[in-house]
Antibody, heavy 121, light 108 residues
Framework: EVQLVESGGGLVQPGRSLRLSCAAS????????MNWARQVPGKGLEWVAG????????GYADSVKGRFTISRDNAKNSLYLQMNSLRTEDMGLYYC??????????????WGQGTTVTVSS | EIVLTQSPGTLSLSPGERATLSCRAS???????LAWYQQKPGQAPRLLIF???SRATGIPDRFSGGGSRTDFTLTISRLEPEDFAVYYC?????????FGQGTKVEIK
């Protein structure tokens, strides 16, 4: 069974950092690009970042560029999102999502259940 | 940034009826990089359609997508009880990918 399990969410003060992780199983992880997306409860969806199968190509939404860093460890079948200088507008449910091919397009065909990030003093 | 506007905001229909959802882009969507997702309460989104008209793996053929450039549609030919949900369109393929605000399909 293809599965993505996120972890690392929690409550953090504005300006602080948080690192999210995603454990993948049930598919050949290093054959596919991966993404992070987020959703404010009751609101819409936003693509956050994508990384190609070999980390050779990376992209970020303008709203997080320069503050967030996406990375992956193919030996551990894991995806990460380092989030620095967090703002209240970064709050939401963060999803790890598999792309359909090896290069990131932000076309997400498998999603985890998400991990919640709360930014508040 | 390409803005995607979905209409209507809410669609009230009965099981067995046909649903037609619209997604209009503020600029032409390159290479028909347009996708549709379904989301039910408490669940993650599920990919239905990509490339404007190709069904994702395991998606029933009552779901179909069409359109090009700035005007796209998702059609559900005959609504099943499990189809009542929120549907999002998305333009992808670059770091400026965006989602529409969603259309809720509810039981009439």
């Amino acid at each position: 069974e293809v599965q993505l399990v996120e972890s690392g969410g929690g409550l953090v003060q504005p300006g602080r950092s948080l690192r999210l992780s995603c454990a993948a199983s049930g598919f050949t992880f290093d054959d596919y690009a991966m993404n992070w997306a987020r959703q404010v409860p009751g609101k819409g969806l936003e693509w956050v970042a994508g990384i190609s199968w070999n980390s050779g190509s990376i992209g970020y939404a303008d709203s997080v560029k320069g503050r967030f860093t996406i990375s992956r460890d193919n030996a551990k079948n894991s995806l990460y999102l380092q989030m620095n200088s967090l703002r209240t507008e970064d709050m939401g449910l963060y999803y790890c999502a598999k792309d359909r091919g090896p290069q990131w397009l932000g076309l997400m065909d498998v999603w985890g259940q998400g991990t919640t990030v709360t930014v508040s003093s | 940034e390409i803005v995607l506007t979905q209409s209507p905001g809410t669609l009230s229909l009965s099981p067995g009826e046909r649903a037609t959802l619209s997604c209009r882009a503020s600029q032409s969507v390159s290479s028909s990089y347009l996708a549709w997702y379904q989301q039910k309460p408490g669940q993650a989104p599920r990919l239905l359609i990509f490339g404007a008209s190709s069904r994702a793996t395991g998606i029933p053929d009552r779901f179909s997508g069409g359109g090009s450039r700035t005007d796209f549609t998702l059609t559900i030919s005959r609504l099943e009880p499990e189809d009542f949900a929120v549907y999002y369109c998305q333009q992808y393929g670059s770091s400026r990918g965006t989602f529409g605000q969603g259309t809720k399909v509810e039981i009439k």
